[in-house]
T-cell receptor, first 117, second 116 residues
Framework: DAGVIQSPRHEVTEMGQEVTLRCKPI?????LFWYRQTMMRGLELLIY????????DSGMPEDRFSAKMPNASFSTLKIQPSEPRDSAVYFC???????????????FGPGTRLTVL | AQSVAQPEDQVNVAEGNPLTVKCTYS??????LFWYVQYPNRGLQFLLK??????LVKGSYGFEAEFNKSQTSFHLKKPSALVSDSALYFC??????????????FGTGTQLKVEL
């Protein structure tokens, strides 16, 4: 298995531009998570999906951020317009939904390092 | 609300010595607890988890963790540290009573540095 795939690995853009980050979860996994990591705030959960449906988006910082999961094998995180404070590493992770009394660990992608100038 | 604390930003240990990375948690029910490791420029990798059963959990790369309910702790340990263990370690918790599905809450991370 190729693991969780994220693209691009690095993105440099100018303030005000639209940025789209992409994620392909592990085949068969039905939960998908978007995280943001910065030195100041550590690792933050932005949003997660279960069976392609957004379950909890309370971590999405503001309306400039949006996430979609049109099918089980693809998700996007979009920032429009981007700002310098959005500079961070964005991780996607996937897992199998747990059964009762169980929990399946999350598998993380390599991340996208976003720099907004 | 669930939370997890990692009181040490950095832990330094000599190679061959035992290491401990501390984690305490707060949940309203019985916790599900996890340790992840992050190497430079990489995503997080799962090390081990506690769901139920034996309080001592063994994981990847010789790591283990002990669940202590009375102290609400889940410290990560290894009997003999290697330089290659140097990385950022995250503790995470899921409160099964929150009904939050697969959502985990991560700690702030502890940088482990193992020196020769």
């Amino acid at each position: 298995d190729a693991g969780v795939i994220q693209s691009p690995r690095h993105e440099v853009t100018e303030m005000g531009q639209e940025v789209t980050l992409r994620c392909k979860p592990i085949s068969g996994h039905n939960s998908l998570f978007w995280y943001r990591q910065t030195m100041m705030r550590g690792l933050e959960l932005l949003i997660y999906f279960n069976n392609n449906v957004p379950i909890d988006d309370s971590g999405m910082p503001e309306d400039r951020f949006s996430a979609k999961m049109p099918n089980a094998s693809f998700s996007t995180l979009k920032i429009q317009p981007s700002e310098p404070r959005d500079s961070a590493v964005y991780f996607c992770a996937s897992s199998l939904s747990p059964g009762t009394g169980a929990y399946n660990e999350q598998f993380f992608g390599p991340g996208t390092r976003l720099t907004v100038l | 609300a669930q939370s997890v604390a990692q009181p040490e930003d950095q832990v330094n240990v000599a190679e061959g010595n035992p290491l401990t990375v501390k984690c305490t948690y707060s949940v309203s029910g019985n916790p599900y607890l996890f340790w992840y490791v992050q190497y430079p420029n990489r995503g997080l990798q799962f090390l081990l988890k506690y769901i139920t059963g034996d309080n001592l959990v063994k994981g990847s790369y010789g790591f283990e963790a002990e669940f202590n309910k009375s102290q609400t702790s889940f410290h990560l340990k290894k009997p003999s540290a290697l330089v290659s263990d140097s990385a950022l370690y995250f503790c995470a918790v899921r409160d099964p009573l929150t009904g939050g599905g697969n959502k985990l809450t991560f700690g702030t991370g502890t940088q482990l540095k193992v020196e020769l």
